[in-house]
């Protein structure tokens, strides 16, 4: 493998110093001259008619400085996938928590007290909360359409039924894997400020800065170029923040009152207005021959979608078909439907739907391979995509490290050992995942990733891009990327934080894509500030630029080492000689994705393909039912890690939620209400729920990867659910098909397995 100075090499995150001394300016830390501050009422029924609304006592509040609703905004529906949102209910609400009106005050505390004081006259509506009974005919309707079925996914390739009747064996059973919360550290918030001109300055916690924009303007009727998106520090996203009505509610605000707004949702805000991931029903089939060779699969899949579509057809249209390009299917038959609620609205979460997908394969393949007499792991090994195959749907693995990820991480974990002891309640499991870094078929504009690098006279580099760094270190891989590419020190480089007025186009932090596509897009404006760096040094050592070279802080004559310039002395020369220009590198990187078609779903929708093994062992208490995860293994096909400590770092919070995913968390609710709105009630793992976990990365350098390298967000997480319920599996031998695994859970299957 090549070696370089600074890609490869495990760095503390640029910004790490600014965040641990308290000094970096999340989001919510904002302030602005003459700054109110917004509050939202929410609906308190599922499902309403608004018959009128009364404002006027909290009008005359002390305080108060706005009030809106639905009559103070275009009243457009609009929407990232369908046009079913309005910034404030029209006519009536669809799930408590809907919004209804906004407050803006002086503070917080006047701007709550307001809503109090808000009258509002509902005429309660027949409810649906779960999507199998929301598609029966006289269900309630939730909108003005004929069902609540909001879209279906149905695709077929061969003939599944001949194949499986030519199987050995054939698995078949229900998933359901439940709505969880992203647990972000920050809740959701922004600063919203109409300008004098007209212009709208929002400062978000966006994982999509510009792609906001499109749905923006559209929601409140003002012209693409009228809206600027800054993204500052903010924490946390996995997902959820992507659109929100908060961010347009404050909007209205501000065009109101021509103040700047903060408006910052409470945790409990969070969890009844957010959007969680999609609860699926899953019914799946999977045939495979006695040499463990997989065959056929068929599945059904009914996800919630809430009151509101978002991204909810995107992810179960994922699940419906991501994981055939993980192995070597042959018989395909899908289908997927998208079903309306009277229940918060769902969207992405870390996975995207492949995850809740990849519970249910990993754990009927752990099934099939106990048919079989077959070990889990050659099961695996024998039917995984390998570097040059192109899948069922089209997929071109430019290379696979899946094989590797999983002799790796059976010999770490000591899986042979651990499997042969056969200790009661004590047990290991085994899941797989496959990712795509990047996905062409979720925005079908275009595909790329685009970078500006600009050099000063002192040679300090400026970087600027138009993705999301929510936390996970993306800011930090772009600058070891471009100071790679120019031969200079990290300390040189500062990355710009997004600006839409400035910073180039970039659909954002989603699809695992951030280090390959905005990764390449820095990497290609380096090269082309590099190519005018190099030009202009030439001309100072009378010869041409390819006989000189960038590293070390210098530029070099390659055959004669002792002519050298520092990196600063030519970005001044650069700079006197262009009249004071500095240099400027612009660059883009365009993949040769393809986009799906749109019956077949045949294409190539990323330009890297990461893979993952993950293994857990679990001791189950048979008294109490608590299971404690005692080791774990997690060996990743992330390309070149660019920063192997950040890498391993998104491993280990992706296990840790993958953990809590599987054994406690679960958003409880009860017609239509979230029961446990907080970190009281709903449980996410703590310090001593988390075993050692051993991280392995398996780098096959990819060929379209900056540096060869892969995304690793997403596919941390995916495996873990299935990993720990095989492990759950081999301990007491009792298999559950549900998320989460509790101990009530545990204890009841124990007693019914004794009658």
């Not at 909001?150 to 229900?174: I, M, P, T, W, Y």
């Not at 540096?707 to 301990?731: C, D, M, Q, R, T």
Request: one cysteine or more.
């Amino acid at each position: 493998m090549v070696k370089y100075s600074v890609v490869g090499h495990s760095v503390p995150q640029i910004d790490a110093n600014e965040k641990a001394r308290g000094v970096a300016e999340f989001v919510s830390d904002l302030q602005f001259p003459g700054m109110l501050y917004g509050k939202i009422l929410r609906s308190p029924h599922p499902h309403a008619r608004i018959l009128h609304i009364d404002p006027s006592k909290a009008r005359s509040l002390k305080g108060v400085k706005a009030i809106v609703t639905a009559d103070d905004t275009p009243k457009i529906p609009f929407g990232p996938r369908t046009e079913d949102w309005n910034i404030f209910a029209v006519e009536k609400v669809r799930f408590i928590g809907d919004e209804v009106a906004a407050v803006a005050a002086i503070d917080e505390d006047t701007a709550e007290e307001a809503l109090d004081l808000i009258r509002v006259e509902y005429e309660e509506l027949p409810s649906v909360f779960d999507p199998i009974e929301a598609m029966q005919p006289g269900a309630p309707l939730i909108h003005d359409k004929e069902r609540n079925i909001v879209s279906e996914f149905k695709l077929n390739k061969g003939d599944v039924d001949r194949a499986f009747q030519e199987c050995d064996v054939v698995h078949s059973d229900r998933y359901y894997t439940n709505q969880v919360y992203q647990a972000y550290l920050e809740p959701m918030a922004c600063v919203a400020h109409f300008e004098p001109t007209g212009k709208l300055t929002l400062y978000l916690a966006t994982q999509i800065p510009s792609m906001t924009r499109v749905t923006y303007a559209k929601a409140l009727g003002l012209p693409l170029e009228k809206i600027r998106v800054v993204v500052p520090y903010y924490g946390g996203a996995f997902g959820a923040k992507m659109e929100t009505n908060l961010h347009l509610a404050a909007a209205v605000l501000s065009q109101k009152t021509g103040k700047p707004i903060r408006m910052v949702n409470s945790r409990e805000e969070d969890f009844m207005a957010g959007n969680p991931r999609v609860p699926m029903y899953i019914d799946l089939k999977v045939g495979a021959r006695k040499d463990g060779t997989l065959v056929g699969k068929e599945v059904r899949i009914i996800g919630g979608s809430g009151a509101r579509a978002v991204y909810s057809m995107a992810i179960v249209a994922t699940a419906c078909y991501r994981v055939d390009s993980l192995y070597r299917f042959e018989h395909l038959r899908t289908e997927g439907l998208t079903v309306y609620t009277n229940t918060v609205p769902t969207s992405c979460f870390r996975g995207f739907g492949n995850a809740q997908m990849t519970f249910a394969l990993e754990s009927s393949l752990d099934m099939i391979a106990g048919d079989l007499n077959m070990d889990p792991a050659e099961l695996r090994i024998r039917n995984g995509l390998k570097t040059g195959e192109v899948s069922i749907h089209g997929w071109q693995i430019g290379s696979s490290g899946l094989e590797e990820c999983v002799r790796k991480a059976v010999e770490a974990s000591g899986w042979e050992e651990r499997r042969q002891e056969k200790r009661f309640a004590r047990g290991v499991g085994l899941a797989c995942c496959n990712h795509v870094s990047g996905n062409r078929a979720f925005s079908r504009e275009f595909d790329g990733g685009a970078g500006i690098v600009r050099i000063g006279r002192e040679g300090k580099v400026l970087v600027y891009h138009g993705e999301s760094d929510m936390g996970q270190g993306q800011r930090t891989v772009f600058a070891q990327i471009v100071a790679e590419e120019l031969g200079v020190a990290l300390d040189r480089i500062e990355v710009a934080p997004v600006d839409t007025d400035i910073s180039p186009f970039g659909l954002g932090s989603f699809a695992t894509r951030g280090t390959v596509f905005g990764g390449n897009g820095v990497k290609a404006a380096a090269q082309d500030a590099k190519r005018q760096i190099l030009e202009v040094a030439a001309e100072v050592f009378e010869t041409i630029p390819s006989e000189l070279e960038a590293r070390g802080g210098k530029i070099y004559v390659k055959d004669e080492p002792k002519r050298n310039l520092s990196f600063e002395k030519v970005a001044e020369i650069c700079l006197l000689r262009r009249g004071g220009s500095p240099v400027v590198g612009t660059g883009f990187w365009a993949p040769d994705t393809v986009l799906p078609d749109p019956v077949t779903k045949y294409g190539n929708v990323a330009p890297a393909y990461p893979f993952a093994c993950q293994i857990a062992e679990v001791e189950v208490d048979t008294e109490t039912g608590h299971v404690n995860v005692i080791q774990y293994t997690a060996a990743h096909d992330v390309g070149r890690a660019i920063n192997p400590q950040t890498t391993e770092g998104q491993i280990h919070g992706g296990v840790t939620q993958g953990i809590g995913w599987a054994l406690m968390e679960d958003m409880v609710v009860e017609k239509g209400k979230v029961l446990n709105p907080d970190f009281r009630d709903y449980v996410i793992p703590g310090p001593l729920d988390i075993p050692p976990i051993k991280s392995i990365l398996v780098e096959p350098v990819d060929p379209n990867g900056p540096f060869g390298a892969k995304g690793i967000g997403e596919p941390a997480l995916n495996p873990s659910p299935a990993a720990v319920a095989n492990a759950i599996y081999h301990a007491i031998g009792v298999r559950f098909t549900e998320l989460p695994i509790t101990p009530e859970k545990i204890l009841k299957a124990l007693k019914e397995r004794q009658k």
